[in-house]
């Protein structure tokens, strides 16, 4: 389940992706099937992406132009690390470990294709609508 969010912690329902992740800032794990993060001010409002399972969770993602987009890593601790990376260099993050966060505004409509750096058989897309 991806969500809209707009208060400072998040948690992703992927029971049925087995996947579970969270912020160790937290102090503590979530129940089996959930991810937590703790969102920065900036984030919130943002159309949430899943990373787990070595791919994004829900593609492609719909936004309006002006809106955010949050990708979380949900994988498990000892899991490679994983990038968002716009096919046309529009964006790109840094790597980024489990529970980490990474936003982006798009200012305007279009379509965006993206991947993971290190395992680019990971690939989705944005449509950004006016």
Known sequence: MIRRFGGG???????????????DRSG???S?????????????????IAISGFAFQQTPVHVRAGGKVTWVNCEP?????????????????????PGATYTFTF???GTFG???????????????DP
């Open 32 to 48: 089996a099937g959930a991810c937590t993060a703790t969102l920065a001010p900036n984030q919130f409002g943002s159309v949430l």
């Open 9 to 23: 912690l998040l948690v992703l329902g992927l029971l049925a992706l087995g996947a579970a992740c969270y912020s």
């Open 107 to 109: 200012p305007a409509a």
């Open 77 to 97: 601790d000892g899991t490679p690390s994983h990038t968002t990376t716009s096919d046309n260099s529009v964006w790109g993050s840094a790597l980024l470990d």
């Open 28 to 30: 503590t794990a979530p």
């Open 114 to 128: 993206y991947h993971c750096e290190p395992h680019p058989s990971m690939t989705a897309q944005i449509i950004v």
